[in-house]
């Protein structure tokens, strides 16, 4: 488990990481967000042991990464977004480096590699110097780097930053592959990457965490007024009339396409679903539907909600200060 208290740096007058809290529980993937500049890579960098906080501590497993950085870093793997390679060593004999510098124990030093080799697929290259090996090669490397010593924690700082769709859902794999074992912190700019493949998410903006959830809970708590969409053979004044006494229905927006298709978008009142009263008030007129389905708030909708405003959204202050809360009763 990873605790990050009340994390400060600051650069001369600038603050980079305001005050950040927040406790990393094993056995999850969590996706690290936030648009450039936000604080990302510079509170990895301290998590890892890389940089120095100004103020506030992160212990890892119980050990203070600053105070004890040897104990902690027994714990944590890490791949950061430019990977720590040696250019004229082949990969093998990076590994073998990086082994030493880990620590493992020279008996099992080649039987660790060999299986690490196995697991991000770079077996076949093992003898070939790194600088003749393609971006995505590269990266499966420092990902062998980051999995030696089998630490219980891999943090990844935006680790499919330029590769190609092949290599990238090639990556995602991998990742899935080793959280059946660890967890795994990632920071992405990617968000449909980190819906597909994070089980929690941790919102930065401006230094401070903003919000940290589920994707589907995080989704739920912006969508407070969720749409449904439809298509139909109508045209939008018979849509109108049809609609007009359905009750729940907020506002409606029409659009006639093509082909004598309509579209509508319907905002429904909170805590209401009109879709089953909408399809009986089509059937009445006997009018076809073509589509009928919801269209809730996207993870996409959260990261521009929170990380554009200067204020948090009310529904995200709420379940802070529940959290907050929880944690306070927790301690007594």
């Not at 990742?175 to 920071?187: D, E």
């Not at 093509?258 to 009109?274: A, H, L, P, T, Y």
């Not at 007129?285 to 009310?314: C, H, N, R, W």
């Amino acid at each position: 488990m990873i605790e990050v208290r009340n994390l400060v740096k600051k650069y001369g007058n600038h603050l980079a990481v305001d005050h950040l809290d927040f406790t990393i529980e094993a056995g999850r993937i969590y996706g690290f967000l936030g648009p450039n500049g936000a604080g990302k890579s510079t509170t990895m960098n301290i998590m890892t042991g890389y940089l120095g906080a100004t103020e506030g501590q992160v212990l890892i497993d119980g050990h203070d990464i600053l105070k004890e950085p040897e104990e902690a870093k027994k714990h944590i793997g890490y791949l950061p977004e430019q990977p720590p390679l040696y250019m004229d060593m082949t990969v093998r004999e990076y590994l073998r480096f990086a082994a030493e510098l880990k620590g493992i124990p020279k008996k099992k030093r080649e039987d660790e590699i060999t299986e690490v080799e196995k697991m991000v697929r770079v077996r076949d290259v093992e003898n070939r110097l790194i600088k003749n090996l393609s971006k995505g090669y590269r990266q499966r490397v420092g990902l062998a780097q980051a999995v030696l010593g089998f630490p219980e924690t891999i943090i990844l700082d935006e680790p499919t930053v330029g590769l190609d769709p092949k290599q990238i859902i090639e990556i995602r794999e991998l990742i899935r592959k080793l959280a059946k074992k660890h967890t795994v912190i990632l920071s992405s700019h990617i968000l449909a990457e980190v819906r597909e493949v994070c089980d929690y998410i941790l919102i930065i903006s401006r230094g401070k965490l903003v919000a940290s959830d589920t994707p589907e809970n995080l989704e739920k708590m912006l969508g407070e007024n969720s749409t449904v969409e439809l298509e139909t053979r109508a045209v939008p004044s018979e849509i109108r009339l049809l609609l007009k006494n359905v009750p729940g229905i907020e506002m409606m927006e029409i659009k006639a396409g093509g082909n004598g298709i309509s579209n509508v978008m319907i905002r429904q009142k909170k805590d209401e679903d009109v879709r089953e009263r909408v399809f009986r008030a089509f059937a009445s007129a006997d009018v076809p539907l073509l589509t009928l389905k919801t269209a809730g708030t996207s993870l996409e909708d959260v990261f521009m909600e929170l990380t554009q405003k200067e204020t948090v959204p009310e529904a995200f202050r709420k379940q802070k200060k529940w959290e907050e809360d929880k944690n306070n009763a927790g301690d007594i």
